[in-house]
């Protein structure tokens, strides 16, 4: 977690008032948190000094302010020690906010309009997606996981493992989906049994050759932290993303998109395929929305499950992930004042 505040020219004494940052807090025993202090320069940034704080003691000072913040100054040190003759300091204020979790019937719907600062929290857990089509030797997925335009993280690029067929079996399965079709079974089921895709049934079937092309899993198990202001209005989006066409068979190459790689989706929350195509080749095979207030109430969010991505002849294609949001609360002195220990659970 990082943050870089803006520039302040023609002063030895800059101020930054309206600048903060939220930081997570996992392990409030055994993080710090570091400030290093630059002279801004044309080339290169001049080291001038730096100063850390314990998280535990930071959180100590807001338990014992008389509002809801600390200010704590901070002395700045160097190695040849110019910090110490000129008595260099930072003054940086603190506020310590405890996680909860409320129904969503408990926030009002313009909850956090007003604030100038996130009000919640929400942790999202990427397991993988599954029944995707192949990428090739060379290609891999990957997710761009976004609550807006400005807060997009990504995963890294994987190459997935195949699921289902193996080289050494192609042309025998190419057979049975001839077969089957032969003996009257509808296209979509053959894939459906024989865990292909439905383009790969029909370039059998139609070509007359061709390998069928199997299912594959990209795994990520990779966490992301987003902080939010109004829970009420934002949507979490989770795209799979390729370097490689997976869909350029027949009718199913995804069509391009503006150079800015946006596009406006064409059907909200169910998952649909991507139309876009960046000049870097990069694709959006599928998309799934959600809205985040919804975290709140189901309980399933909590526990790792798998929901639907529409992608065309993938029947089974699905994304495993976990969620959890929190709202973020006022500190309880009362509870923390003789040890701020009891608010970890939350915190």
Known sequence: QEYQ??????????????????????HPNLQVVSFAVYDKDMVTDDFLGEATIAVSDAINKCIRSDGDFADIWLH????????????????????????????????????GANSGSATCVLFVGVYNVSG?????????????????KDDMQVTRRVKP???????????????????LHRAGVARDVIADVLEVTVQSVSDCIDDGDGDPRGFVTATWEQPFTFFLKEPHHTELWVR???????????????????????????????GHVGLGRSSKQE??????????????????????????VDVPGCPKASLSTKMSLYKMTELDRQRCDSSWEECDEEG
């Open 240 to 270: 799979v993303m390729s370097d490689v066409d997976p869909l350029a068979c027949g009718d199913s190459e995804l069509s391009p998109t503006s150079s800015s790689g946006s596009r406006s989706p064409s059907r909200r929350f169910s």
């Open 283 to 308: 694709f959006c095979v599928g998309e799934i929305g959600f809205n985040v207030i919804n975290l709140l109430d189901e309980d399933k969010w909590r526990r790792q499950w798998s929901t639907a």
């Open 5 to 26: 505040t803006g520039v302040k020219n023609k002063t030895l004494n800059p101020e930054w008032e309206n600048e903060s940052k939220d930081f997570l807090v996992d």
């Open 132 to 148: 995707m089509p192949e990428v090739g030797d060379g290609g891999s997925y990957w997710l761009e996981v976004s609550t807006g």
């Open 161 to 179: 493992e195949l699921k289902g067929v193996v080289d050494a079996y192609q042309s025998a399965k190419a057979e049975k989906i001839r077969k």
């Open 76 to 111: 700045l040190k160097d190695e040849v020690e110019v910090c110490a003759e000129l008595g260099s300091r930072l003054l940086v204020r603190a506020m310590w906010r405890p996680l909860t979790r409320d129904c969503a019937e408990d926030l009002p719907a313009d909850f």
